[in-house]
């Protein structure tokens, strides 16, 4: 049995939902009832069924939904894909990495068949079948990049590792928390990290440079990252911010529940085989307030979660001008009871 | 946050004598599936199991890293050295079944060069040979200079001659052919990357001359594997483990720590990615430091070893493992 997926919007009418299932399985970000940063890299290897964890390439019910957005976001702005020209052996890796994970989790959706360099690529849910030589760019309709990145969910950056450090020289970046990949291009690890307040000073970003330019090919890591967004879009990017910045302005009492947004990434690092290059997926997950609370543990979490949270973070985040309208809202929810340790609900 | 590799469990497929002094293993998977796609310049570290003792050694894979059906790399043997290369000339035969990391490259060509122009000292042709494939491959443009004590020894000169012809010049010392280092190096077209790998005074050589002639540091590139010498022994305390170990004359610290069963850490096993570095907490005696990851600054200041390739001679040593 396959996944059903959704027909929903991520703009205009906002459609997006969460099923039941997929309500249980979202990866809540908060093991505990206060936030900080921290290097949390963890091994990335398989989870739970059930869980986001399930395959190390998810593929979920807002698959075909968001391949659609992200052609919308490409059509009006091409520049959200771009590829460094020493950067095109590094997309053939990631094409191959993503047919393989996408055929190995969900083969009655994927299936990729390789003779020699002669590989054809099904796609069932946008209906492609596409029979190309590999490390040929002349036989996709795009380059390998912009090709797989179409038809795979959540944004890739990839960075090339030299002189001990990554360089952000290839992605695709559509389901962004208000960074550009245009702005980006080209910048080294501490560069475009340089608008992220205290983590700088923590040392953080000089320890995970030194974990990541190790990362060892078949041994992926991970960590979560967490924002909010009002109304479920993905494209929140500074290009956009005058589509989506004004939003903020529009959270009342009353619609709370249905308009603010807890948007989590799931990051992920794999060491690419041919180029050494270092592919890191940002898949963004969604879910809204209603459909959080319907777990009471992580509505009293996050409920604390956010009341405590550092006013830096706070404005980094963009939660300043609603953070005491979705407080109260929350705290309605929070009896003052315990949470069990760990990220799941109760 | 260990960073370990993963483990292949391989079969030795041939053994090809060289000449004189190297000899070529290949590998296979033993469940044969392939074995995973490697970039140029990556190594492997191979698992000797020598009866009581197992010794683990990076080495180069010079095949091409479009074949991915078998691993191959070639050991120069070492007479002097602590047994691994001996060890592998006189007791690996095919058929014998071993366990080898995943590949690790320490030494990636720079895909941004215009031209790659690569100088190669004695065995230190290996990652070279994996380059120039993949290169090739994609019509990518390089050079390559080989010096080597004779013809006889010139490891792959007459392969590489027969694949690439004039992109490879040889130089050898029996016969006073040297490179004319600084012509070479003044005469590069912009966007050119310089790779070197061979004995560390050749390194030397040439990443003082690269320097002096204007090159920035960021295009030359170069693979400085020192293996782990052998020495007086010497007794350690791990502290954190609570246990008293005794490295052997042939045997590496780190090796000793995890024949101890405590298992740090570790990459390339030759004093450069850093990952097996290790606090002093207390030394009477004096190091021996063999490695190019720790700065000048940490091999003075005695709190910091790289157990891999480095030793000690002294009354006692304490460390935070």
């Not at chain 1, 206060?34 to 998810?58: F, Q, R, T």
């Not at chain 1, 969900?106 to 299936?111: L, Q, S």
């Not at chain 2, 122009?117 to 120039?132: D, S, Y």
């Not at chain 2, 990357?193 to 002639?213: F, K, N, T």
């Amino acid at each position: 049995m396959g996944i059903t997926f959704r027909k929903e919007t991520f703009r205009d009418d906002f459609s997006f939902r969460n099923s039941p299932e997929h309500i249980r399985r979202f990866p809540f970000p908060f093991h505990e009832d206060s936030y900080m940063y921290a290097v949390n890299i963890e091994p990335h290897v398989l989870g739970p069924k059930g869980s986001v964890l399930e395959n190390l390439i998810d593929v979920d019910e807002h698959y075909v939904a968001e391949m659609q957005d992200r052609a919308l976001v490409l059509a009006e702005d091409p520049l959200r894909c771009q590829s460094l020209p020493h950067m095109t052996l590094a997309g053939w890796d990631l094409l191959e990495l993503l047919m393989e994970q996408q055929a190995l989790g969900y083969p009655e959706h994927f299936t990729l068949t390789r003779d020699g360099d002669r590989w054809r690529w099904i796609n069932r849910p946008l209906g492609i079948d596409d029979t190309f030589t590999f490390g040929d760019t002349s036989t996709l309709p795009y380059g390998p990049m912009e090709y797989i990145t179409r038809q795979s969910q959540g944004d890739f950056c990839i960075l090339d590792q030299r002189d001990g450090n990554l360089w952000m020289d290839a992605g695709m970046v559509t389901t962004q928390a208000d960074w550009s990949l245009d702005f980006d291009i080209g910048m080294n690890f501490f560069e475009w990290h340089a608008p992220v307040p205290l983590a700088h000073e923590k040392g953080i970003f000089v320890r995970a440079l030194k974990f990541l330019t190790n990362i060892q090919q078949g041994k992926p890591a991970r960590r979560l990252n967490w924002t909010m967004t009002i109304n479920p879009r993905l494209d929140t990017s500074p290009e956009n911010y005058h589509k989506w910045g004004p939003d903020r302005t529009t959270v009342t009492a009353e619609n709370v529940g249905d308009k603010v947004h807890l948007r989590v990434e799931l990051q992920s690092f794999w060491r690419l085989p041919r180029s050494n290059g270092i592919v890191f997926p940002i898949r963004c997950y969604l879910i809204k307030m209603d459909e959080l609370v319907m777990q009471p543990k992580w509505a009293r979490r996050l409920h604390r979660v956010i009341r405590d949270l550092p006013e830096e973070l706070a404005t980094y985040k963009g939660l300043t001008r609603y953070r005491p309208t979705l407080v109260e809202w929350l705290s309605k929810l929070d009896d003052g009871s315990p949470t069990s340790p760990g990220f799941g609900p109760d | 946050m260990s960073t370990g590799t993963t483990k292949l469990d391989v079969v030795v497929s041939d053994v090809v004598p060289v000449n004189d002094l190297v000899t070529r293993f290949h590998f296979r998977r033993r469940d044969g599936e392939l074995l995973p796609t490697f970039s140029g310049g990556a190594h492997v570290v191979v698992e000797m199991r020598d009866g009581e003792r197992t010794r683990l050694n990076p080495y180069s894979l010079m095949g091409s890293p479009l074949n991915t059906s078998e691993y191959t790399i070639s050991v120069r043997r070492d007479d002097v050295g602590r047994g691994g290369s001996l060890f592998m000339h006189r007791s690996v035969k095919p058929g014998l079944e071993m366990v080898i990391s995943y590949p690790v490259n320490l030494f990636s060509l720079d895909l941004r060069a215009k031209k790659h122009l690569m100088l190669a000292g004695g065995i230190g042709i290996t990652p070279f040979m994996a380059q120039t494939a993949q290169l090739a491959a994609e019509g990518g443009n390089f050079e390559l200079h080989y010096t080597c004590r004779t013809a006889s020894l010139g490891t792959y000169a007459d392969v590489l001659r027969e694949r690439y012809d004039r992109r490879i010049r040889l130089y050898h010392d029996d016969r006073d052919e040297r490179i004319d280092l600084d012509r070479l190096l003044s005469s590069q077209p912009l966007g050119t990357h310089l790779y070197v790998c061979g004995p560390s005074g050749m390194i030397g050589w040439v990443r003082d001359r690269a320097a002096a002639l204007g090159w920035p540091s960021e295009t030359v590139h170069f693979e400085h594997f020192a293996a782990p010498q052998p020495g007086a022994p010497f007794d350690v305390t791990l502290a954190v483990t609570g246990k008293t170990i005794r490295v052997d004359e042939q045997q590496s610290l780190l090796e000793a720590i995890e024949a101890a069963g405590v298992d740090p850490p570790y990459l390339c096993r030759g004093g450069v990615c850093g990952q097996c570095e290790t606090n002093v907490i207390s030394h009477d005696g004096k190091f021996i430091h063999n490695d190019h990851w720790l700065s000048e600054e940490d091999h003075r200041s005695g709190c910091k070893i790289m157990p891999c390739v480095s030793r000690f001679e002294g009354r006692s040593l304490v460390l935070e493992r």
